[in-house]
């Protein structure tokens, strides 16, 4: 199982992240855990500096934009 964290205060661009993130773990058929962190304390401890971010089992894998479904995809291989 993935689990998949969205980093951000909770604007439209975090939303449109998660329906992608949640839209592109489905497409691939795979298990995942979504989890959306919206406290700025706990965003800084990954290092991030633009939201919003996508975080993959651990690691920072994208901020700062919206990536589309087929790049979150890529992402999740």
């Given at each position: 199982?993935?689990?998949?964290?969205?980093?951000?205060?909770?604007?439209?661009?975090?939303?449109?992240?998660?329906?992608?993130?949640?839209a592109?773990?489905?497409?691939?058929?795979?298990?995942?855990?979504?989890?959306?962190?919206?406290?700025?304390?706990?965003?800084?401890?990954?290092?991030?500096?633009?939201?919003p971010?996508?975080v993959?089992?651990?690691?920072?894998?994208?901020?700062?934009?919206?990536?589309?479904?087929?790049?979150?995809?890529?992402?999740?291989?």
């Amino acid at each position: 199982m993935k689990t998949l964290q969205v980093l951000g205060p909770g604007c439209w661009k975090c939303k449109k992240l998660a329906e992608n993130t949640e839209a592109a773990a489905k497409e691939l058929g795979i298990e995942y855990d979504l989890v959306k962190i919206t406290e700025i304390n706990a965003i800084m401890g990954f290092g991030v500096m633009m939201t919003p971010a996508l975080v993959v089992d651990g690691a920072v894998r994208i901020s700062g934009k919206v990536p589309s479904v087929d790049e979150i995809k890529a992402l999740l291989q």
